[in-house]
Nanobody, 126 residues
Framework: QVQLVESGGGLVQAGASLRLSCAVS????????VAWFRRALGKERDFVAG????????THDDSVKGRFSISRDNVGRTVYLQMTSLKPEDTAIYYC???????????????????WGQGTQVTVSS
């Protein structure tokens, strides 16, 4: 059974950087996908970025391209979300999700992921 635990959230000013971590316990398969989603207050849970564990193939949502970057550490079994140039609209609870690969690129719909972390709050002040 794979378990996911997020860390690294916090309160920062606009323009700052943060790095979120998702510790993956258990033994993810090569075709396992780990993704970051976020839910802003009153909104749906939106895809941010995803990575295929074996190949390292990544996908980023257009809203974060050029500012956020997802990566993984195979040895440490950790997936990172490096966030730069943060904006107030990035304020949300960020969730780490895991699921088996269904396509050549990471899935983007929450329903395609079966494992979820508890979430970590990111607040960006203006």
């Amino acid at each position: 059974q794979v378990q996911l635990v997020e860390s690294g959230g916090g309160l920062v000013q606009a323009g700052a950087s943060l790095r979120l971590s998702c510790a993956v316990s258990g033994r993810p398969y090569l075709n396992y996908v780990v993704a970051w989603f976020r839910r802003a207050l009153g909104k749906e849970r939106d895809f941010v970025a995803g990575i295929i564990w074996g190949s390292g193939t990544t996908t980023h949502d257009d809203s974060v391209k050029g500012r956020f970057s997802i990566s993984r550490d195979n040895v440490g079994r950790t997936v990172y979300l490096q966030m730069t140039s943060l904006k107030p609209e990035d304020t949300a609870i960020y969730y780490c999700a895991g699921g088996l690969q269904r396509s050549r690129t990471p899935m983007t719909r929450p329903s395609e992921y079966g494992h979820w972390g508890q979430g970590t709050q990111v607040t960006v002040s203006s």
